[in-house]
């Protein structure tokens, strides 16, 4: 009986493929007719456990029930191949007349899924295959149901990951202005609340924009979309951090759900004048890197956004010089929640950023991450961002 066919879900026992594997031709027999008579008709039979492992090589099964004591190679040594060389999941039913404690030990340490007494009793055997399929079927729903999922959110991820800007979009801005960036962004799930962007805002300046979405996973990403959508249309207010933070603020408060909120951070950089603008809704604080090796953090605070409908912002001033650098980044890169204590200070980060910018921008990233924790692929239980801005280009 050919029963190499895609395996699919049903409820139809006429349609569970089983394999009987037993040296005696009466045993064979007897298996197959209470299974017959249990409405499994879909099956197939194997006199020792080499042919069985040549079936199976080529055909697919659904279960198998299996003899201990056989020639050429026992029902132990099957359950080795099928878990190992044929590396297959199905279920494994072993019949057995011994008794002993350690021979059914041994069994389920090899791979076997249950275990039914010698000599057969027939309601028992129905009940063990069919309790086996059925979960079978169930773990198959769950694991398509999982593959679906995964798909969907790894379609959703390179959407979200396209609404931040690429190195061209950045030094399509940034270049003419005279400025360079390097940028990080990891999701601490495969989804993150975390968004940054850069505008242009004129000829010689530019606005760059971090938020951090409270929450994780597809909730939090939701909401960056619609920070995105929102700050799409804040064209005539790029000029002005405070309105353009309280004009998003205002945006924001009826459509973010309860108890969900944003930090934020927008300045206005002319590297002409060596001046930048800047509001801060609750955002961690900037630093500014100084060229001769000194930093200072930014000072300014303001209400996180998606409150308080009319919340105010103060926009506040500082000073670029042509080899300062500003270091914007989420709380992801200095908070330690397992251990509050053991957070990283301004002056951590500033010393791990000035003397890894020093090294060149090839790297950064994987280098500061590299510094401060030890790898470069380090996981946050938080979304992480940050930007290196820099006054330096020719």
Known sequence: ????HSQSEHDDPARDRI??????????????????????????????????????????????????????MDGFEVCREIRGRLALD??????????????????????????????????????????HLERRRMIGRLQRYQ?????????????????LPGPEDVAAILHPRGAAMTAFYRA???LGGDLWQVFPVDETRFGVFMVDLSGHGVSAAINAFRVNMITAGLVRERADPARWLAALNRTLVPI???????????????????????AVAGA????ILHGDGSWEELSGRGLILGCLADAEYETFTAQLG??????????????????PDASLAAGDIATAVQAEAAAGADAFAGRLLTRLFGRADAEFRDDLTFLLIGLDVP
């Not at 944003?262 to 800047?278: K, L, N, Q, S």
């Open 284 to 287: 961690p604080p900037p630093l």
């Open 322 to 339: 042509p080899q300062d650098r500003l270091f914007a980044y989420s709380d992801a890169l200095y908070e330690d929640f397992e251990n």
């Open 188 to 190: 601490s799930h495969m």
């Open 90 to 131: 199905l279920p494994i039913l072993v019949q057995t007349g011994i008794q002993e404690a350690d021979c059914r030990v041994d069994a389920f340490k090899v791979g076997a899924s249950d275990i039914v007494s010698k000599p057969l009793n027939p309601g028992e055997l129905v009940s063990r295959v069919r309790l």
């Open 256 to 278: 973010l759900p309860v108890e969900h909120f944003a930090t934020a951070f927008y300045a206005v950089i002319d590297p002409a004048a060596g001046e930048m603008r800047y």
């Open 1 to 4: 009986m050919d029963l190499a």
């Open 147 to 163: 593959d679906r999922m995964e798909d969907e959110l790894r379609a959703a991820q390179s959407m979200q990951l396209a609404l």
């Open 19 to 72: 394999l009987i594997v037993d040296d005696q031709a009466s045993s064979r027999l007897l298996i197959g007719s209470v299974l017959e008579a249990a409405g499994y008709t879909c099956l197939a039979y194997a006199g020792d456990g080499v042919e069985a492992i040549e079936w199976l090589a080529a055909n697919t099964a659904d279960i198998v029930i299996l003899d201990i004591r056989m020639p050429r």
